[in-house]
């Protein structure tokens, strides 16, 4: 028998190797970018520490501020067409999956639909800029080149891509609930209709504030899909700017704009704690009322 203190010995050879990857490429690049938006490289490449000068330069700089915001916003308006698109649609997929009228052919219905989510973005993008290409596409509107409809394409596109993602939740949620449950209602006199929303809906609620918060942190690390279609200054006009190419641009340089290291960090530190303060909030007041709803 192994002993307690070996046990644990062998567990942390397990893990450090795994856990020295994560150090090394997530928390040590995220430390040193919050620490370098507290200081001020210069022309002379030493840094003097500033506090917190560069968020006072953020959010009050003109030019600064104004592409900060504007990003902010189309992000917002990123994430809320993913929730209130994607989340329905996988709903929906999901319910149709469970269903009995197509039972035999789940396994290929299910394979088919979550395809596009194994896509490479680049891939994605080049096919989408042939279906909606004005001249030899299926849409004769520029609906890229509008400041009014670019975010939304950009964002139905990228809908596309991910419904796979919340129907894969939801499936699993759905075919978990138990039969002896279903049979019941069906006993009772219950329609298919009925027994969706009045049974297995609220049993798979919680799985929605999940996907909700899944898709608030994906969508506000968004770059992916813009820079395919877009490049590092999302046009027109800066519309389908979003958090992630504004910090892409404003680090390395990009587009005629010259690269400012400090600004950039605090971009990546600003749109970290965003992050963090929501999802906090989410585990630590709506994940709580979950637990307490299931016990």
């Known amino acids: ?149 670019a975010l939304p394409t950009i964002s139905l596109m990228s809908v596309w891509e991910y419904v796979g993602i919340p129907m894969i939740f939801l499936y699993t949620a759905l075919i978990a609930i138990p039969d002896d449950i279903l049979e019941a209602s069906r006993i009772d006199g219950a329609k298919a209709w009925a027994t969706f929303w009045r049974i297995k809906f609220p049993l798979i609620a919680p799985q929605f504030g999940l996907i909700a918060i899944l898709t608030y942190i994906w969508t506000f690390n968004g770059f992916d899909i813009v820079y395919a279609l877009n490049g590092s200054a999302p046009g027109p006009n800066y519309s389908t700017d979003i958090l992630g190419t504004l910090f892409y641009r404003t680090f390395f340089g990009s587009s005629g704009q010259v690269a400012d290291l400090d600004l950039g960090a605090t971009i990546a530190s600003v749109i970290f704690f965003i992050i963090l303060v929501t999802t906090a909030a989410y585990f630590v007041v709506l994940q709580r009322r979950i637990k307490t709803y299931e016990l």
């Not at 997530?26 to 001020?40: N, T």
């Not at 210069?42 to 504007?70: A, C, I, M, P, W």
């Not at 916003?73 to 999956?97: D, Q």
């Open 1 to 149: 028998m192994i002993r307690t203190g070996t046990r644990y010995r062998l567990l942390a050879l397990f893990v450090l190797p795994a856990l020295a990857v994560y150090v090394a490429f997530s928390v040590y690049p995220l430390i040193s970018s919050v620490v370098l938006s507290f200081f001020d490289s210069g022309t002379q490449g030493s840094s003097t520490f500033v506090g917190f000068g560069n968020y006072v330069h953020l959010f009050t700089d003109k030019y600064s501020s104004e592409r900060f915001f504007n990003a902010l916003g189309n992000n917002v308006e990123f994430f809320l067409i993913h929730l209130f698109v994607e989340v329905p649609i996988g709903l929906l997929m999901a319910a149709l999956l469970t269903s009995h009228s197509i039972r035999r052919s789940r396994g290929v219905y299910r394979t088919l639909l979550f395809i596009p989510a194994t896509l490479s973005v680049v891939i994605v993008g080049f096919l989408w800029r042939l279906i909606i290409n004005p001249l030899w596409g299926l849409v004769s509107f520029p609906l890229l080149g509008d400041s009014h409809t």
